[in-house]
């Protein structure tokens, strides 16, 4: 190998069911004396919050909670977490949550610090400044612990936050490598509740982060080789998860799976994610939802670039045909048992914004280098496309 890779590997993680009892003494350890809790609205009625609430008040923390946070979490949203920190004078965070909670306490931490952060550490600033994760300067960001409560973005053990801004309907994918949650806590308890349907959402999200990371040409055999087991995971465990929400060695392996997601994909991103964040941004679907119908018609698009890849995969997950169409029926298999919809129209989408959507997608990190081959504007717009219509075919056909 002739070119210099960095690579930095993760945090603390407490994992297994109670994982949420140290939450307390991992904060008096770091001396966290008084974190904002963000979450999101929805959680303020469920188990999850309730859970940790009582913890954190048994244990005599002082905290107050930050909720004002949208599904798809904006600046604006990151803007009045800042305001809720500093007024209430905190000092670290914790982040309970779906990736919207991660996300928004991420981006507070940022802000919170660097007032023009969101604006320095956006992705197509951060290529231009800092070449790599050892070129970023130091910012001693507030704390961060982290509890998801779903399977799926992983952002618990990312560098990176995505927010929308509100005006221009784009999703902004802001980075550093102090965002990474000081301590992550994988307790399966906190995603029983978790609905069928949003279970295989954000399953099929972690699902796609893997193939994605796997397809990437960009060299990080540690992350390859966690995209792998990864995937394994999912295949064991996630139609259990959706089948019976309290199966807690299915919650585990799922939450297990999502969380080295996020390690998968230091290796990059690709195409269903470059399709998936504008079409995020304009339509408010559901990144996992979206990601899921995307996927096959990605995988069909890179064809030619991954099938000797996904023919290993195939063979390492033991499936009946162990080559790309093997594949290739396993995705589609999987994702209809799973009640995801095959096309785009079926979740009410339709093609008159193609061109738009191509262009989005072509500027979208996840574009950039990392998608398996190069794909240009109306490569994407035909990808678009064919995933609305529901017709699997290449970008050439
Ligand atoms: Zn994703």
Not at 128 to 148: G, K
Request: charge should be negative; proline fraction near 6%; aromatic fraction near 6%.
């Amino acid at each position: 190998m002739s070119t210099l890779h960095y690579w930095n590997y993760p945090t603390e993680i407490f994992c297994g069911p109670g994982a949420l009892e140290t939450v307390a003494q991992r904060c008096k350890l770091f001396g966290m004396r008084k974190p904002l809790l963000v979450t999101d609205p929805g959680m303020l009625a469920l188990e999850p919050f309730a859970l940790l609430t009582a913890h954190l008040v048994n244990a005599d923390l002082p905290f107050s909670v930050f909720s004002d946070v949208a599904s798809n979490p904006s600046m604006d949203d990151v803007a009045r977490g800042v305001a809720a920190f500093k007024e209430g004078g905190h000092d670290s965070l914790i982040a309970l949550g779906g990736g919207s909670a991660m996300d928004a306490a991420k981006g507070i931490s940022l802000a919170t610090t660097d007032p023009l952060g969101l604006e320095r550490f956006e992705w197509s600033q951060v290529i231009a400044c800092y070449p790599s994760l050892a070129d970023f300067p130091r910012l001693e960001l507030p704390r961060l612990i982290a509890l998801p409560t779903t399977a799926g973005t992983g952002s618990e053990l990312g560098r990176e936050a995505v927010l929308t801004h509100s005006e221009q309907h784009i999703k902004r994918v802001i980075s550093h490598p102090e965002l990474l949650p000081s301590t992550v806590i994988l307790d399966p308890v906190l995603t029983r509740g978790l609905p069928p349907a949003l279970t295989a959402a954000t399953g099929m999200d972690a699902l796609t982060h893997h193939i994605e990371a796997f397809c990437s040409p960009l060299y990080h055999p540690m992350s390859s080789g966690v995209a792998v087991e990864g995937i394994r995971l999912i295949q064991q465990h996630l139609l259990a998860a959706h089948a019976d929400g309290q199966d807690m060695i299915a919650r585990e392996g799922m939450l297990v799976a999502s969380a080295m997601a996020a390690v998968a994909f230091q290796k990059g991103l690709g195409g269903v994610h470059a399709l998936a964040h504008p079409l995020g941004a304009r339509y408010h679907k559901h990144h996992g939802l979206l990601n899921a119908i995307l996927l096959p018609y990605v995988l069909v698009a890179n064809r030619a670039a991954i099938s000797a890849d996904i023919s290993r995969l195939a063979r390492y997950l033991e499936l009946q045909r162990p080559d790309f169409e093997g594949f290739l029926d396993w995705v589609l298999d999987l994702r209809q048992r799973l009640g995801i919809p095959h096309s785009l129209s079926e979740i009410g989408l339709d093609s008159s914004a193609a061109t738009w959507v191509g262009e989005q997608a072509l500027a979208d990190i996840s574009s950039s280098d990392t998608n398996a081959c190069a794909l240009d504007a109306a490569d994407y717009t035909q990808i678009f496309r064919n995933a609305v219509q529901g017709v699997l075919q290449g970008v050439d056909a």
